[in-house]
């Protein structure tokens, strides 16, 4: 498919675990968003990674997140310790750099997360 | 900082009638960008329109209009001709001018039609 992949689609874990969140972006897509969808928050954004930049970390809510994008493809969002405040749906986002695609962010299906 | 606003929580709509999701906006920039989503119950977002600050007209993609009112610092989705498969939750979005260009969300509207 052409479209943004994210897996896994549902994780359950137990409070205090790590988990990973992988985003795979649609090919030849530069830039790549995380927003986290929560009911008390809305969509918030998360971080942004654009080439080789460094990337822009400021939405990430704790210094439990972080990220990283191998190869200028696939990314990777970690939580570590989970919290129970962290259960919402995880989106990732792509943005290519010609004609309107420099402007569109494309959503993958998301990662629900429920910490328990 | 950017700042959008949607006011309709929820609406309910005929099928076949055309219906509007009303979007205003808070910018000090010149330059910027609109988007609507939409997301089924399925949870993905799916990009309906874009409309940019200096297009001149509005945008159209099939069903969907953006009627555009800069002044006003409104940019409402027109669907006309509404189907069931028009049930879902729609998101108005500014994307940022500068840095990240990332999005900043409105709360959404739940779309739904009825037969």
């Known amino acids: 498919g052409a479209g943004v992949s994210q897996s896994p689609s549902n994780k359950v874990t137990e409070k205090g675990k790590d988990v990973e969140l992988r985003c795979d972006p649609i090919?030849?897509?530069?830039?790549l968003y995380w927003y986290r969808q929560s009911l008390g928050q809305g969509l918030e954004f998360l971080i942004y990674?654009?080439?080789?930049?460094?990337?822009?970390k400021s939405g990430l809510p704790s210094d439990r997140f972080s990220a990283e994008r191998t190869g200028g493809s696939v990314s990777t969002l970690t939580i570590q310790r989970t919290q129970q405040e962290d259960s919402a749906v995880y989106l990732c986002a792509s943005r290519g750099i010609q004609g309107q695609e420099t402007d569109t962010q494309y959503f993958g299906p998301g990662t629900r997360l429920t910490v328990l | 900082a950017q700042k959008i606003t949607q006011t309709q929580p929820g609406m309910f709509v005929q099928e076949k009638e055309a219906v509007t999701l009303d979007c205003t906006y808070d910018?000090?920039?010149?330059?910027?960008?609109l988007f609507w989503y939409k997301q089924p119950s399925s949870g993905e977002m799916i990009f309906l329109i874009y409309q940019g600050s200096y297009d001149q007209q509005n945008a159209t993609e099939g069903r969907y209009s953006l009627n555009f009112q800069k002044a006003r610092k409104s940019a409402n989705l027109v669907i006309s001709a509404s189907q069931l498969g028009d049930s879902a939750m729609y998101f108005c979005a500014m994307r940022e001018p500068q840095g990240a260009q990332k999005l900043v969300f409105g709360q959404g509207t739940r779309l739904t039609i009825n037969p």
């Open positions: 990674f654009q080439g080789n930049s460094a990337p822009d």
């Open positions: 090919s030849g897509h530069t830039a």
């Open positions: 910018t000090s920039d010149p330059s910027y960008g």
